[in-house]
């Protein structure tokens, strides 16, 4: 893949960047075939690479630098965004959230059921995290798949504990 050139001013068209596939290894879950046929490449990895993280300026909790998108060149995309960040996120975006993309896209192939989990809100996550901000998902399902989101009523910590501890998926 060869440097794509920049446009100086914020005015000018871009050309697209065509990104290699950005699969973080050994997740907690089997995937990656399909991600692999799609990118019409050679499944690499193993079979614990479920996951495609597009234009990522994230990188996987506790191990960095993994995640994080490189842009043909070299640089990260979290580099090239805090250089420039009025091109790449443009003046209102900045003004409201700085240089933070506030978006992680992935491509998943779950080669397994997923388990039950949370994202936290922001006020959660600044507080007990350390992170900037929580975590929303939003879900664009290519082929026939469940997904089950909240509960059924409302439930108290310590039920919610013994039900995740003892595996009750069909109780949740």
């Given at each position: 893949?060869?440097?794509?050139a920049?446009?100086?001013?914020?005015?000018?068209?871009a050309?697209?960047?065509?990104?290699?596939?950005?699969?973080?290894?050994?997740?907690?879950?089997?995937?990656g075939?399909r991600?692999?046929?799609?990118?019409?490449?050679?499944?690499?990895?193993?079979d614990?690479?479920?996951?495609d993280?597009?234009?990522?300026?994230?990188?996987?909790r506790?191990?960095?630098?993994?995640?994080?998108?490189?842009?043909?060149?070299?640089?990260?995309?979290?580099?090239?965004?805090a250089d420039?960040?009025?091109?790449?996120?443009?003046?209102?975006?900045?003004r409201?959230?700085?240089?933070?993309?506030?978006?992680?896209?992935?491509?998943?192939?779950?080669?397994?059921r997923l388990?039950?989990?949370?994202?936290?809100?922001?006020?959660?996550?600044?507080?007990?995290?350390?992170a900037?901000?929580?975590?929303?998902?939003?879900?664009?399902?290519?082929?026939p798949?469940?997904v089950?989101?909240?509960?059924?009523?409302?439930?108290?910590?310590?039920?919610l504990?013994?039900?995740?501890r003892t595996?009750?998926?069909?109780?949740?």
């Amino acid at each position: 893949m060869r440097p794509v050139a920049r446009p100086e001013s914020a005015g000018e068209a871009a050309a697209p960047i065509r990104l290699n596939a950005n699969q973080p290894p050994d997740r907690f879950y089997r995937g990656g075939e399909r991600i692999a046929r799609f990118r019409g490449a050679a499944l690499r990895g193993g079979d614990r690479v479920p996951e495609d993280w597009i234009a990522s300026t994230t990188s996987v909790r506790g191990q960095e630098p993994a995640g994080l998108t490189i842009l043909p060149g070299g640089v990260t995309l979290s580099q090239a965004v805090a250089d420039r960040p009025l091109w790449w996120l443009g003046e209102s975006h900045v003004r409201a959230f700085g240089r933070d993309t506030r978006l992680l896209v992935k491509l998943l192939d779950a080669g397994q059921r997923l388990p039950v989990h949370a994202h936290p809100p922001t006020d959660f996550a600044r507080s007990h995290l350390g992170a900037a901000h929580g975590k929303a998902e939003a879900w664009y399902i290519l082929s026939p798949g469940v997904v089950h989101l909240g509960l059924t009523r409302a439930l108290g910590a310590d039920e919610l504990r013994e039900i995740v501890r003892t595996q009750q998926s069909g109780r949740l």
